[in-house]
Nanobody, 118 residues
Framework: VQLVESGGGLVQAGGSLRLSCAAS????????MGWYRQVPGKQRELVAG????????NYADSVKGRFTVSRDNAKNTMYLQMNSLKPEDTALYLC????????????WGQGTQVTVSS
């Protein structure tokens, strides 16, 4: 499975961005996908996750009510709609896919940078 993120950029506080994660390869084997973010010197944290079957979602407390994760199975693409952005949302946002294809796996994309100015 290959993952390619897009949609990051520079935005002012209070603004919005929509991230996309396009999956290719053995996408039929993906069970769940998630958005994580990484800030230098800090631990990578889960922002939002979604299952591929029922569409069950979960969010970090810090983004609840502001971010929405969704998935278009026909396009093998996951999205993260980010509203009311804050400077503390600044990070490298990475896409993750987990599933089983002969063995359990966890793949990562290269990430897309989000910078929120105050």
């Amino acid at each position: 499975v290959q993952l390619v993120e897009s949609g990051g950029g520079l935005v002012q506080a209070g603004g919005s961005l929509r991230l996309s994660c396009a999956a290719s390869g053995s996408t039929f084997s993906i069970n769940s996908m998630g958005w994580y973010r990484q800030v230098p010197g800090k631990q990578r944290e889960l922002v939002a996750g979604i299952t591929t079957s029922g569409g069950s979602t979960n969010y970090a407390d810090s983004v609840k009510g502001r971010f929405t994760v969704s998935r278009d199975n026909a396009k093998n693409t996951m999205y993260l709609q980010m509203n009311s952005l804050k400077p503390e949302d600044t990070a490298l946002y990475l896409c993750n896919a987990r599933g089983v294809d002969l063995a359990p796996y966890s793949y990562w994309g290269q990430g897309t940078q989000v910078t929120v100015s105050s």
